[in-house]
């Protein structure tokens, strides 16, 4: 059973930034595909970004491309997500998650999920 703790959710004003991480448990980290998913108040669970194991290969929800960027270090066991200009409307508890296949998009190809950390954006 893989567990991930996310870390460095919080407050910020808008226009700021924040950098999300999440440690993994798994010595096999490397053979997951991993990504972020967010949730707002009264909405569904959505992709954010994605990562391949190696970490050669990224891909973004089309709301976050050219300001958030994925990141994995697997030598340390640990899923980055740097956000940067951010706006009220990425309030949400973001998700970190892993899966097999690259090219995670949806919640049911994930077989691992993190608790969850609060990034909240004040305008």
């Known amino acids: 059973q893989v567990q991930l703790v996310e870390s460095g959710g919080g407050l910020v004003q808008a226009g700021g930034s924040l950098r999300l991480s999440c440690a993994a448990s798994?010595?096999?980290?490397?053979?997951?595909?991993m990504a972020w998913f967010r949730q707002a108040p009264g909405k569904e669970r959505e992709f954010v970004a994605g990562?391949?194991?190696?970490?050669?290969?990224?891909y973004y929800a089309d709301s976050v491309k050219g300001r958030f960027t994925i990141s994995r270090d697997n030598a340390k066991n640990t899923l980055y997500l740097q956000m940067n200009s951010l706006k009220p409307e990425d309030t949400a508890v973001y998700y970190c998650?892993?899966?097999?296949?690259?090219?995670?998009?949806?919640?049911?190809?994930?077989?691992?999920w993190g608790q969850g950390t609060q990034v909240t954006v004040s305008s």
């Open positions: 990562i391949s194991g190696s970490g050669g290969k990224t």
């Open positions: 798994e010595r096999a980290f490397n053979f997951y595909a």
């Open positions: 998650a892993a899966g097999r296949l690259y090219g995670l998009r949806r919640s049911s190809e994930i077989e691992h």
